[in-house]
Nanobody, 126 residues
């Protein structure tokens, strides 16, 4: 099992940047594919970005491609999401998720991830 905790959210003006972190417990973080998802008010939770266990493969939602960057440091048991050129429509609670998958591409489907953090709020003002 792995336990996850997000940090780094906050209030930022449109065009600004934030860096979210997802810290994981346990000694096998490098065996987990990881993802970021977000949920805006009265909306369903949607995929944002995902990264393979090794960090060698990433995938992004079209809405964030070119603006957000997912990365991980397996030595620190931490995943990151760099958010640049933020827009008001990026306002949401951002969740990190983990799935035991040592090889292969990380899934974009939230139902493939059994482990979730509590979320961190990102608010972008216009």
């Amino acid at each position: 099992q792995v336990q996850l905790g997000e940090s780094g959210g906050g209030l930022v003006q449109a065009g600004g940047s934030l860096r979210l972190s997802c810290a994981a417990s346990g000694r096998t973080f490098s065996a987990y594919a990881m993802g970021w998802f977000r949920q805006a008010p009265v909306r369903e939770r949607v995929f944002v970005a995902a990264i393979s266990a090794s960090g060698g493969a990433t995938t992004y939602a079209d809405s964030v491609k070119g603006r957000f960057t997912i990365s991980r440091d397996n030595a620190k048991n931490t995943m990151y999401l760099q958010l640049n050129s933020l827009k008001p429509e990026d306002t949401a609670v951002y969740y990190c998720a983990a799935r035991l998958l040592r090889f292969g591409l990380a899934s974009t489907n939230q139902y493939d991830y059994p482990y979730w953090g509590q979320g961190t709020q990102v608010t972008v003002s216009s």
